[in-house]
């Protein structure tokens, strides 16, 4: 089995290289996303750690000079027809070397840290050059990397408690998630604005699968507000509809601390391998502080313009365990969340005894391989090595049995969405690969 879906994963990634970056899908997703390009490192490291560097550096080439990294980097060679909303709606202005129209105004989770540690540690499989350019990149993305978490823990706190707060649902990467529901209720739905702007992702994906429209014109009413002041984050609380502390965004960023402190060890950086790992230790204590709810025992979103958390029990409330330093309180509730009839490996993205449920729509049910990965990698920072046994058996026998499909139906395993999807390929080489534990897990 292992054979046959080592090489399938290789075809995908070949399939959907695109001379400098890895397209997600081809069809649905015809450019380069941030947080896709870190989870899709983690496996080219495996079949081609050149690309896997590669794809990094195309898109911290497309960093703005305040640190933002975007949540697409367009690819000049694709027609503003090809994907909604492209270059020409979010109407960025040129910046640094890039042209007018390059990216996105908007991020999504800081991954890349991770990933690019993790591209490093397995150079020394491919041989001492494979060493030696893997530190020359390092070199390379330490200050962009440190710079994105700058951004993300100055510009975006808007909170104040040192978390990093996310301003349009795509920046969570888990788009229409229930999460958002209480906060996107305070955002204007004005379907005229899907009669001026219309939606391409219909086109190529069923519609039953897709955020409704109604969300969809929130989405582009909230870039719409955003742009208006272009991108600017200055007083971005007091004029923007929607501000969100995730619990995932913020535990990814904490763990990119973590990486950080890796990378700048490598480095010969001591002093600041030091402060990486403070700075990942505030974070999750603001985790704590700002997104634990001690009566449903899990993490939940904040929103910033009501001060209140949502009440939907999500995966991204399980990923704060990717934090070392979580206290045991918390890692116990977010573990026993997880093995409830609300969750199971592998977990679907919003609680399956909900009355609102859908195992088909996007972020509202299905089960997704990026998460469950992650979820996977806190269980083993915990040194709950059984656990994570299990869940790398779950996922490697529901992609292998039903295919490399974007997000999969989870009572059924029915693959949904695109159905040769970069991430899903990379990560089944490292969930067959590595059975490794990272550096800072605590002793099991
Ligand atoms: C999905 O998001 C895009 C918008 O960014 C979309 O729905 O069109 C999400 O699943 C996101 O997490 C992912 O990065 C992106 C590309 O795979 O698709």
Known sequence: MSAELWNSAAVVLETNWSGDHMVPSRRLYPHQWSWDTAFIAIGLAYVNPGRAWRDLRSLFEAQWP???VPHIVFDPATAEADYFPGPAFWGVPAYGARPANGSTGIVQPPLHAVAAWKVYRRASAHGAACVQEARAELEWLYPRLVAQQDYLTTRRNLGGAGLASIVHPWESGLDNSPAWDAAMAGVPA?????TTYRRRDLDVADAAHRPTDRDYSRYVGLVLSYRAESYSDTDLLSRHDFAVECPSFNAILGAAELALAQIAGVLGRTAEAAVHRERAHRITDAIVARLWDPRSRTFHAR???????SPARCVSGLM???????PAEQVEGVLAEARSARFGFPAPSYDRTAA??????????PVWINVNWLLR???????LRDEAEELRAAMVRLVHQHGHFEYFHPATGEGLGAPTFS????LALDLLADRSVPAYARAA
Do not use: C, E, I, Q
Not at 190 to 194: A, K, N, Q, R
Not at 356 to 365: E, H, K, L, N
Not at 423 to 426: F, G, H
């Open 377 to 383: 990698r806190g269980l083993l920072v915990h040194g």
């Open 303 to 309: 929103d910033l313009r009501t001060g209140t958390l």
């Open 320 to 326: 704060p365990l990717l934090l070392p330093d979580l």
């Open 423 to 426: 991430w899903t390929a990379a």
């Open 356 to 365: 609102d449920f859908d195992t088909m729509r996007y972020w509202r049910g």
């Open 190 to 194: 004005d379907l005229s604005l899907l």
């Open 66 to 68: 305040d640190g933002r």
